[in-house]
Structures are given as C-alpha cells and as structure tokens.
C-alpha cells in the first residue's frame, strides 16, 4: 500500500492545483532516477536484473517453440522448414544464469543513462511550467499537456542517443498490456503462470496509486476546462478508481495464480488467496477515504478518521510482514536469535555455503547478496516507511498544505519501493539460482 495511502484536495481555489498536477510528473521523474540506483548496485552486487525480471517470459517462449517444433516435426511434408527453425530457435538453458548475455550498448540502461534522463525531464517540466503559465500566462493544465507533448516528441525522435529510451518505454507499455491480457481460461486451455516481471511491474505500480489518483485529477480538471469543478460524488469517484486500479490489478495477478495453484494442486496455492486480500486490504483506506471527501459533519469526520486510521494499522502491519516474511525471504528461523540471546546459536541451515552464518543472517536469511549492513538497513527503512503516513498527524506543523503534504508520502514511498526492489530482485535470483541447481542434468543424474 502506499504510504498514507488518502486521496487528495480536487476542490481548493488559488495556485492549489498548481502542486496537486506537477507532483504526478514529479514523482514519476523520482522513480526514474532512483532505478538508476538499484541498476547501480545490482551491477555493484553482481545480480543480473534484467535475467531475473524476463526468466520466466524467456522460458514461457522455449516452451512455445518446443511446441511449434513438435507440431513441424509431425508433419512430414515441412521437415525441411522444421531444420531451419532447429537453428533460429534454440532452447534456452537455464544453468547461463551466471552468465550475462551480450547486449547493444545503444539499448543497454545504465545508471548513468537514467540519471541524465531524469535530469532533462525535470528540467524540462519546470521550464515548460515556468514559461507556459508565468511567461505566456497560461494555465497549469496546458503546462502539463506541453510537457508529456514535448517529452514524447523527444523520445520518438529517431536519434541513436535515445534509443535505448524508446526500447524502454516499448517494454513498459508490453508489460501493462500483459497486466489486462487475458492469462488463463477457467473453462478450457492451460493456465498461464503470471511471470515475475509482470508481479514486480504491478508492484511499482502499486506504489505510485497516488499518481494514479493525481492523473485522474487532471481527467476531471480537464474536462470542465476552464470551468471549476463542482463539489460532486463524481469529481472524488473517478480519481479514487484511478488510484485504485494497480492494487485491482495486483488482486487479480493473485487469483490466477491460485487458479494456476489449483490445476496443478499446489499444496501453497493458498499464499495466492492471503496476497490477494493483502492488496484488497489497501483499498478500504482509499474508500474511506473518498468517502470522507463527500460528507459532511464533524461528529462523522471524527469517526471515520478513527476507522481510516485503524485500516491503515491494518494494512501497514500486513504488507510489512509479507515484505519480510514473502517478498524477501527472511526470517525463516527466528529461533537463532533466541539461540544468540542465551550466547549459542545453530543456524538452521547446513552445508559448505553456511558454515560461517552469523546469528543475524541466519535469522534474517542464510543467503545475503548485498551483505548484512546494507540488509538490515533496507529492512529498516522499509519498515519506517510503512508507517510514513503517520506524519498525517503533524500535517499542519510541518507541511505548508495538503498537496505537500500529499507529494512528500508520494516521495517517501517510491524511495520505500526502491530500496524493496533490491531484497526482492536479489530473493528472486537466489529462488532462480536453487530451482536452477534442482533441475540441472548432473543433479538429476546423481540422484538417479
């Protein structure tokens, strides 16, 4: 859930609107620039992303292949064309895990490429902003307008500088097609696992609901152009449900998984069913928090603020122990460190790989790529900002309005998703790593 996860003020006069419609943007060029971080240590720590994000698309298409192979195979009369495709189409081993693929350095995203990208767009955000409504004395909406005009002008340009941007951008709108295709047919067909590129994409996603909320904001704005907007149920409904369309979306990622979990009686096709009612949890506070916008009352403003704060407890404390417990694999055996606390501990784990675990790996995982300090920092900061909503009840002392108030969380959580994107890739590789190691030919073998 995001970070205070309230919708903000649509109904306010003066230069409000101004922060409420920059902030989307804003926040966008922030996430830019902190993947530019986490490409910069996951080069630092030796973890190939990009393989770990697309393994299970890659191996999504081998199977595909080997099916279009068979079927060529079968029919005689195409034997010829069944050569050639032999060699296009090589099955992909899943054992190069280690070993990173040669890529176009014109496409390849480096930190150093994200970083200038994020630079020139918020120099260009607040250059346009600056000069369509100060210079040209325009308004707030047609600034915004010019900035996604100018910044796509300059993506589409076919310059060999900005290609791999294009790459990207192609790749981004792929996924978000993925996250509405149709994955699994109930009645008839096979059913298609949901790939961890597309869970991690809807993750992002989730994270920026206030972004969301803020486009469907300057949906409202724009259509009443140059018109105020009236105070209507209508004016709250369509950026809530704008807000609320990553976690919908990420509930229903979980379902097919159970789905998939069923057909192929998967004794943990539950964990599907708990995630699913984990991101169905972060739209009770959204609701109620719409929901406050529309009436009126102090005594019912002071109900329901008792009960938005409580679904917030609830939400922030479920989604922390899915972080620590699920998306990161840690805390598997938390009796080393009752072990510690009484002088001894025995990791549960044994072998050649954990024979020299500490007590605190061995609690938090037995398996750390980017070290216990930097760990346990991540852990820490991941659990501070579930809780970042908790500046709602210093809002007036600190923060000048709503919408600051509003584009702070919106910050906070992004840099949350960013340093949980580290933990989470790295366990993912580690899981790839092991499934890797299991279905390898010598183990198989050795076994037999």
């Not at 409420?20 to 060029?29: D, E, G, K, M, N």
């Not at 195409?78 to 992909?92: A, F, H, R």
């Not at 250059?127 to 409504?133: E, K, P, R």
């Amino acid at each position: 859930m995001s970070s205070g996860q309230e919708v903000g003020s649509i109904f306010g006069e003066g230069h409000g609107y101004a922060t409420a419609l920059l902030r989307s943007p804003t926040v966008i060029i922030a996430s830019i620039a902190l993947w530019g971080m986490n490409v910069c240590l996951f080069r630092l720590f030796g973890i190939d992303y990009a393989y770990v994000l697309m393994l299970d698309v890659n191996k999504e298409k081998e199977e595909q292949q080997k099916k279009k192979l068979k079927e060529n195979k079968s029919d005689e009369m195409n034997s010829v064309d069944t050569d050639d495709s032999d060699d296009e189409m090589l099955p992909i081993n899943i054992d190069d895990a280690v070993v990173t693929p040669k890529r176009n350095p014109f496409l390849e995203i480096t930190e150093v490429k994200l970083l200038s990208f994020a630079s020139v767009l918020i120099l260009t955000l607040y250059l346009t902003s600056f000069v369509y409504i100060q210079v040209m004395a325009g308004s707030t909406i047609g600034a915004i307008f010019m900035f996604y005009f100018l910044v796509l002008v300059g993506v589409l340009l076919p310059l060999p500088s900005t290609a791999w941007i294009r790459s990207a951008s192609s790749t981004v709108f792929l996924r978000a097609w993925e996250l509405v295709k149709p994955r699994c047919t109930c009645i008839t067909g096979k059913p298609r696992p949901v790939p961890f590129v597309d869970v991690f994409f809807a993750d992002a996603m989730c994270s920026m609901s206030k972004v969301f909320f803020d486009w469907g904001m300057l949906w409202i704005l724009a259509s009443h152009y140059p018109s105020p907007v009236p105070p209507s149920l209508e004016t709250i409904i369509v950026p809530s449900c704008f807000a609320a369309m990553p976690y919908l979306i990420r509930a229903r990622q979980c379902l097919i998984m159970y789905n998939v979990g069923l057909k192929k009686n998967c004794p943990k096709r539950y964990q599907h069913i708990l995630n699913a009612l984990k991101y169905s949890s972060s739209l009770f506070p959204l609701i109620v928090s719409a929901y406050m916008k529309t009436v009126g009352g102090e005594r019912n403003a002071v109900q329901l603020e008792k009960i938005l704060i409580a679904l917030m407890i609830i939400n922030a404390t479920y989604c922390l122990i899915w972080d620590i417990v699920m998306d990161w694999g840690m805390l598997d055996n938390p009796s080393a460190v009752v072990s510690q606390s009484v002088g001894t501990c025995i990791p549960k784990f044994s072998g050649p790989e954990y024979k020299k675990v500490s007590c605190l790996d061995a609690a938090l995982r037995p398996r750390l790529r980017f070290g216990t300090p930097l760990t346990v920092v991540v852990v820490l900061i991941d659990i501070c900002l579930r809780y970042a909503w908790t500046l709602r009840f210093v809002e007036h002392a600190i923060f000048p309005s709503n919408d600051a108030y509003i584009l702070c969380t919106e910050f906070l959580e992004v840099f949350r998703r960013a340093v949980w994107n580290l933990l989470r890739v790295e366990w993912e590789h580690i899981k790839q790593s092991r499934a890797a190691k299991k279905n390898s030919p010598m183990r198989k073998s050795s076994t037999a």
